[in-house]
């Protein structure tokens, strides 16, 4: 399958055309150059994806691990830093996942950022998020993996400030930049702690590790050495690695550069923040997940508590929120940490029916797929609504399901798949969520359980202030709010993967396929693992998931809203609260002006200027006062030379001999 | 006689054909009546000869046959696919540098001895490929003194300019001294040894005897003076400075990498018995080398000079390779010499074109060159960035491999010192930045277009800059080739 290189080649060289000769081109012929690569290597990936599922099996029955490519980039002797394709089961399902994603988005943007200045440069930056992105998910090594991680961060933060006349997207640009690059940090020593114990960066032992069934013939001596070493380099490795993962996935108290990265176009929020590159942590942690299981099993609660507090968090937040693509940014952090629970709760790798504790694994993957699909249907319905009424606060919409229907249909499909409604994708993957939170530990079953129903419940009162309720005449007589079918047209495919996912799923839960289901491609040791539902926890979620949607309508549906404005009445300071985030980035604020700016920068900052300055100056006056008294060597008789030269031969003779 | 011995200079051979075709065309087709497209043709007839004379003995690298390792004359010739590929890496740089002469060239005061510019410059290249095939101290000698003495012809190339003149004067003064003392050291060795085959002579040599260690630093020292290593550096400013700007760039580069590679293989080869005094010899011409030029480059106003001075230190760091003579050394030293090629010929491309153009050869010429010439500035300044060893241009990863080398051959402090002088080194490099973005200035040098043949050489000197770091498979390609030096 060497054909795979070309995945990551083609939009890496879009982007250099686009970048280099955008200038020369029209919108139409950019945009077109962009959208045709996009396609050819979304077919690839298809190919690829078929290629690997039908493929020969292990004797075990797994999945093999391929590296159709691999490259020695530099060698340092015994620790090199390689790059190549490395493809597994979840690597595969990661390039469907952004190609189909990106490829709506290259053909939705035609609509939404037509005649926009610049539109050449956001097709170029778009290729090169999706090489990176691409780049990222298939990395061979810990190190590559940390590269285009970097690269996917450089990407977004152009993306995110591209209407860099406006101090909003700059700032928000630089707030994501910086946030997320600060966590970086911190996977960047887990990598050199990893790297420096271990004496390798590559995910072959972690693969190999998968493949061990008890013994552990795979598994390096390098490892063994890292673990006598102590029993904590590992675990702090893979914390300090997690950290990172955090700061790109938006975990709680990371997360507050996401919804300022609403900041960016409209399809872009859908690309990089709901879909691919938010994804990025939680794709991390599943990568490493061997690693985690085997050797930090005790530190795994980090992750399920994050995850838990960071889920409740955004739920909360998005209740309050009034900017539909705030609702929308604090819905996926919470989705995001949906995932990073089921990982937490996963206890081992082996599957199998009867061992509940892999689930986890199989469901976050699971919830990643479909979460991807939906939730960019959202964004990009969101995107639709804002490109009719040019503005992002519900106050400005309202009633418009009969100007923009197709927009409606979708969005409500969408919303009931995130809801976790059967026979919508959304509902099986949260079902296995909430199924292994359950097998782990019932109180993390039954406080998901209560944050999916908050999910429901502020998804539908985003619909409803949207779709419904007082409609917004004055703004509309202004202009109609009309759709555009390029636009549309991605919302459709979407939406009909989420339903196509969900009505599949769902029977194939029940019982009514033997087939293939999304658990025989993707489990944690890749072995077939069949999805069947546990009837008391789908008949709750369910239960509990059409409670929340009718309280939402009770409230919301109405011209007027008695019942929510009562209820703003009876806590305002709590409603403030939430609106507000709950102060999160004044407390930011707070820490870093008041604490770190002025008590540690100063002083740090008078110390650099007069203590290490001083240094540098004394030494560049140095420089300076040496060359000025040595430029008599430089005479420009050629008789000194020779002297210089028979005094410099003897002084080395006599100082060998 | 067996004449069949001849073919395994097929190196040295293809490039005498190149200049016996050249002189021959300088004869009888280079009359006064010319019309246009024949000078065109006779203008191109050089470069076109020369990168066909690479492509030949390129090919003999993409198919070795046997290990690749080729003697003739009972030892006195000896070739290896690294000292190929050496020789490889002085011929694109000579081709980089014809591009340059290019438009020098077309000049009327020079139209009467073109020919000869191109014949000198080959006869250099030829006396380095001797010396770098040699297997024998008095082949070794010949080739030396064949890369030097048309040298000379060429740096009083402009013989009615005084500077010119001197510059000359200054070079062949100081090569016959360093010559004197070169042979006066080969003496010693054919008098205590009673041989001059390479391949006799490590059995020979021994630490413990005095007049085999005056030996290895008189040659050292003959052959730090093509390298310009201090203390045999003092010619250097005076020259670079004097002798006309390509010829400067070809002096800075070819001369001095084909003699540090000499440097390399004949220590590692001959003087192995005296593997330590000569890690000792090279390690304070190393510290003397990088920190003295750096210190006198920062006070520089002539950009020449001030590249003479850049040169010298360069010249420390390629070096390091030679520490401890280890497998990497080499392979990092061939890397280094690659990368600073292009790096030290894109200035001096730049440098020669600006000069071409306006006449002005002063750092402070150049304030303001970015708003009247934005591109070549950019240019400059990726190279300039790659000579201060900035990452991500090749210049930082030929310092990184360089730096480990001698870090694993078990010199750390030297590492150490020579850390601190690359940014001293970052410091005098930024002020030509400097100048050309930053410092204002209501008369900068007039914008120029350029030749095609300097944008042809300009492009692949950039390109080498930005992709020889990143492209691994150069260094990786070069280790394959060294692995058995």
């Known amino acids: 399958m060497e054909y795979t290189i070309l995945i990551l080649l083609l939009p890496f060289l879009s982007f250099l055309f686009l970048g280099l000769a955008g200038k020369w081109l029209s919108h139409r012929a950019s945009g077109m150059i962009g959208t045709a690569v996009l396609a050819v290597i979304t077919i690839l990936s298809y190919c690829t994806a078929y290629e690997y599922f039908t493929a020969d099996r292990c004797a075990d029955g797994a999945y093999a691990t ?90 977004s933060y152009l993306l995110i400030g591209f209407y860099y006349t406006l101090p909003a997207a700059v700032a928000a640009s630089k707030k994501a930049f910086i946030v997320t690059r600060f966590a970086d940090l911190g996977f960047l020593i887990g990598i050199l702690i990893f790297g420096y114990y271990t004496g390798s960066f590559s995910f072959d032992f972690v693969n190999n590790l998968q493949m061990a069934d008890g013994t552990t013939p795979f598994i390096p001596c390098a490892i063994d050495k890292a673990v006598a070493a102590g029993g904590f380099i590992i675990p702090t490795a893979l914390t300090l690695m997690f950290i990172g993962g955090a700061g790109k996935s938006a975990m709680f108290p990371l997360h507050i550069w996401l919804p300022d990265a609403m900041e960016g176009p409209t399809p872009v929020s859908a690309l990089i923040h709901a879909a691919t590159m938010v994804v990025a942590g939680v794709y991390q942690v599943a990568r490493l997940f061997p690693l985690w299981v085997t050797y930090a099993q005790d530190w795994m609660p980090v992750i399920i508590w994050v995850g838990v507090f960071t889920a409740f968090y955004a739920a ?128 993390v079953g039954y406080i998901m359980t209560a944050i999916a129903a908050m999910t429901a419940f502020y998804m539908f009162r985003l619909y409803y202030g ?63 693992y069949r999805i069947h539902f546990d009837t008391s926890v789908a008949s709750l979620s369910t239960v509990i998931a059409i409670c929340s949607i009718l309280l939402a309508t009770y409230i919301f549906k109405g011209e007027t809203q008695p019942v929510a404005d009562k209820m703003y009445a009876a806590a305002p300071r709590l409603h403030c609260w939430a609106y507000k985030r709950f102060y999160m980035d004044e407390v930011y604020q707070f820490i870093t002006h008041r604490i770190i700016f002025a008590h540690v920068s100063r002083p740090i900052a008078w110390f650099d200027r007069h203590v290490i300055d001083g240094f540098f100056n004394f030494l560049a006056w140095g420089t300076h006062a040496l060359s000025f008294n040595i430029r008599t060597l430089q005479s420009g008789r050629v008789q000194q030379y020779a002297l210089v030269f028979l005094i410099g031969v003897l002084i080395l003779i006599l100082m060998i001999l | ?59 003999a690298l993409l198919c070795p046959c046997g ?42 005061e020079n139209q009467i001895k073109v020919g000869e510019f191109y014949m000198l410059t080959l006869s250099t290249l030829l006396g380095m490929y001797y010396m770098i095939s040699s297997g024998h101290f008095l082949m070794f000698f010949i ?18 300019n005084q500077e010119s003149a001197e510059a000359a004067a200054k070079y062949i003064l100081t090569a016959l001294f360093s ?185 402070s010429d150049y304030n303001g060159f970015y708003q009247s010439n934005p591109k070549l500035s950019f240019i400059m300044t990726l190279c300039l960035f790659s000579l201060a060893g900035i990452p991500p241009f090749a210049g930082f990863f030929s310092k990184f491999f360089i730096f480990m080398a001698a870090f694993n051959a078990g010199f750390p402090v030297l590492v150490f010192i020579a850390l601190v002088n690359t940014v001293i080194s970052l410091y005098y490099y930024l002020l030509i930045v400097k100048a050309m973005y930053i410092v204002k ?45």
């Open chain 1, 66 to 155: 391929l590296v159709p490519y691999n490259m020695t980039w530099l060698p340092l002797g015994n620790l090199n830093f390689d790059l190549g394709i490395l493809l597994d089961p979840i690597s595969v399902m990661m390039l469907i996942v952004i190609t189909t994603v990106s490829f709506m988005v290259h053909i939705y943007s035609f609509g939404y950022m037509k005649g926009e200045r610049g539109f050449q440069r956001y097709y170029a930056f778009l290729s090169l998020f999706t090489m990176s992105m691409l780049g990222l998910v298939v990395a061979t090594n810990i190190f590559q993996m940390y590269l285009f991680w970097e690269l996917v961060g450089v990407s």
């Open chain 1, 316 to 443: 909360s937040v998005a209740c309050a929120q009034s900017d539909i693509k705030r609702v929308l940014a604090f819905s996926t952090i919470s989705q995001i940490a949906f995932m990073m629970v089921a990982l937490g709760v996963c206890t081992e790798i082996t599957t199998g029916h009867e061992h509940e504790g892999s689930i986890g694994y199989m469901a976050s993957m699971f919830h990643l797929f479909t979460h991807a699909m939906f939730k960019a249907c959202l964004f990009l319905g969101a995107g639709c609504i804002i490109h009719a009424v040019h503005s992002n606060e519900m106050e400005a919409m309202g009633g418009l399901r009969k100007y923009l229907p197709v927009t409606h249909v979708t969005f409500l499909i969408s919303c009931l798949a995130i809801s976790g409604i059967p026979f919508f994708s959304g509902f099986s993957s949260k079902d296995e969520i909430i199924t292994a939170c359950m097998a782990y530990n019932p109180a």
């Open chain 1, 466 to 528: 949207i779709f419904w309720g007082t409609e917004n005449r004055k703004l509309h007589e202004e202009h109609t709010p009309h759709e555009e079918s390029i636009m549309t047209m991605p919302l459709v495919v979407l939406s009909i993967i989420t339903v196509g996912v969900g009505v599949y799923t769902t029977l194939a839960g029940f019982g009514m396929f033997e087939g293939y289901s999304f658990g025989s491609l993707i489990s944690a040791d890749g072995h077939d």
């Open chain 2, 1 to 59: 006689m067996d004449y069949s011995q001849f073919l395994y200079m097929h190196d040295e051979i293809s490039l005498i054909a190149v200049i016996v075709i050249l002189f021959l065309a300088d004869l009888f087709l280079c009359g006064d009546r010319k019309s246009g497209t024949v000078s065109k043709a006779l203008s191109l007839l050089p470069v076109g000869l020369l990168a066909l004379q690479t492509a030949y003995i390129a090919s």
């Open chain 2, 67 to 108: 290990d690749g390792m080729s003697e003739a004359f009972g030892g006195m010739y000896q070739n290896t696919p690294v000292m190929t590929l050496v020789k490889v890496v002085l011929n694109v740089g000579t081709i980089i540098v014809f591009l340059m002469a290019d438009s020098w060239m077309k000049r009327p």
């Open chain 2, 143 to 160: 080739g030396l003194e064949l890369a030097s003495i048309p040298m000379t012809a060429l740096i009083a190339y402009t013989k009615n």
């Open chain 2, 179 to 363: 010559s004197g003392l070169l042979l006066y050291g080969i003496s010693l060795v054919y008098g205590t040894c009673g041989t001059m085959y390479f391949d006799e002579l490590a059995a020979k040599f021994s630490p413990a005897d005095t007049l085999q260690l005056a030996a290895l630093v008189l040659f050292i020292s003959g052959i730090g003076f093509k390298i310009s290593l201090v203390p045999f550096h003092l010619w250097t400013a005076d020259t670079y400075q004097g002798a006309p700007t390509t010829v400067t760039g070809y002096l800075s580069v070819i001369s001095k990498g084909a003699a540090a590679f000499v440097l390399f293989t004949i220590l590692v080869k001959v003087f192995q018995p005296m593997v330590e005094q000569w890690n000792t010899i090279m390690l304070w011409i190393i510290i003397f080398s990088i920190t003295v030029a750096n210190l006198f480059a920062v006070r520089q106003n002539n950009i020449k000079r001030f590249m003479a001075f850049s040169a010298i230190s360069q010249a420390g760091y390629l070096v390091l390779g030679v520490m401890g003579g280890t497998a990497q050394g080499m392979t990092s030293l061939v890397y280094y010499l690659f990368v600073y090629m292009v790096a030290n010929l894109g200035v001096f491309l730049i440098i020669n074109v600006t000069e071409q153009n306006s006449g002005k050869i002063n750092i």
């Open chain 2, 441 to 485: 200035n209501d008369a900068p040098i007039a914008p120029f277009r350029s030749d095609c043949y300097t944008k042809t050489a300009i492009a692949v000197c950039a390109l080498g800059v930005v992709l020889g770091g990143i492209v691994s498979c150069i260094y990786g390609y070069i280790d394959t080739l060294s692995y058995g030096l």
